[in-house]
């Protein structure tokens, strides 16, 4: 169909890409984003929820280029949002917001940013604020590594949480996976000497994954060094009930064949290195973290501080 003279179709103006933001295309930093945008439209009760309370709950963060970038110069003051001087925890990816909504229902003395890419997830954590009354928690909508290089002021936060991130199985999306040395430079700097990295996972390939990068890391220290290992650790157990070689970690149904996810990793039988937190009992077990149990898998804690230097 040609076009019609009296709305000629005008060229578009391409907008600058300013150094340091995340690219249209899916990068931050030269590296793939560590995200899948799985849908943004929200409905029913999460968009009349977001239309009366998000102005606010949510951050109006300046964007460049993606919806889920921070442009650079945009610093985020919390003694300014909250109105009061408070330990600041901020959790990445947040998903629905019960594990951030229950801890700050729990500690009203500090305060709480959730970090999601997932707008209904943003949503349904905006419902739970106002159903709980909570004035601690603020949500944004952001790409993670974006939010600790340049809108966190250095040094700003107590705990960094990162619960269950997506563990990207397959070998060539490995390079996606949000815990990388990269991030462990970019959550040193957003941290108070002393304060706490706490991850947790329930798939051994990751949580291997994630000791492994935060052992090189010059930041940071195991709370829990050593401890849990030999027949005591959960990676042991993995490799011993093979649970993880089934598809989902699920019991095999009667007269069928396993299938192999391919998501353990190598198995040393016998795990010495060890370095396992206890469960950290300030995070609610969520409904994610449920079929987890109900599958069978074993979940990884992992605690780490900041080196004072």
Not at 152 to 167: K, M, N, Q, R, Y
Not at 250 to 277: F, Y
């Amino acid at each position: 169909m040609s076009e019609s003279p009296e709305n000629p179709q005008q060229p578009q103006t391409p907008r600058p890409v300013t150094p340091g933001t995340q690219a249209s295309f899916g990068t931050y930093g030269g590296r793939p984003v560590s995200f899948v945008r799985r849908g943004t439209r929200l409905q029913g009760r999460r968009q009349q929820a977001w239309e009366e309370h998000a102005d606010r709950w949510a951050l109006d963060v300046p964007r460049h280029i993606a919806n889920t970038s921070v442009h650079p110069d945009y610093v985020f003051d919390a003694e300014e949002e909250f109105g009061r001087k408070a330990p600041l925890i901020v959790e990445i990816g947040s998903g629905l917001g019960d594990a951030v909504c229950h801890a700050a229902e729990e500690n009203p003395g500090t305060d709480f940013l959730a970090v999601e890419v997932y707008t209904p997830g943003l949503a349904n954590t905006i419902i739970k604020i106002n159903s709980r009354k909570l004035s601690n928690v603020r949500v944004v909508e952001a790409n993670a590594p974006e939010v600790l290089s340049t809108m966190l002021p250095p040094g700003s936060v107590t705990e960094i949480w990162v619960f269950f991130p997506d563990p990207w199985h397959k070998s060539r999306h490995h390079k996606r996976r949000l815990i990388q040395p990269e991030f462990a430079e970019l959550a040193a700097k957003s941290l108070k000497p002393g304060g706490l990295l706490r991850i947790a996972t329930d798939w051994s390939n990751y949580a291997v994954h994630v000791r492994d990068v935060m052992a090189g890391s010059p930041h940071f220290e195991n709370l829990h060094d050593g401890e849990r290992r030999g027949p005591q650790s959960p990676l042991t157990q993995v490799w011993q009930s093979g649970v993880e070689s089934l598809v989902g970690g699920a019991p095999v149904k009667e007269g069928r064949a396993p299938v192999s996810t391919e998501h353990t990793g190598p198995n040393e039988g016998i795990d010495e290195t060890g370095g396992w937190a206890p469960r950290f009992e300030g995070r609610i077990r969520t409904s994610f973290e449920n079929k987890a149990h109900e599958a069978g898998r074993l979940i990884f804690d992992l605690c780490y501080r900041r080196i004072e230097q």
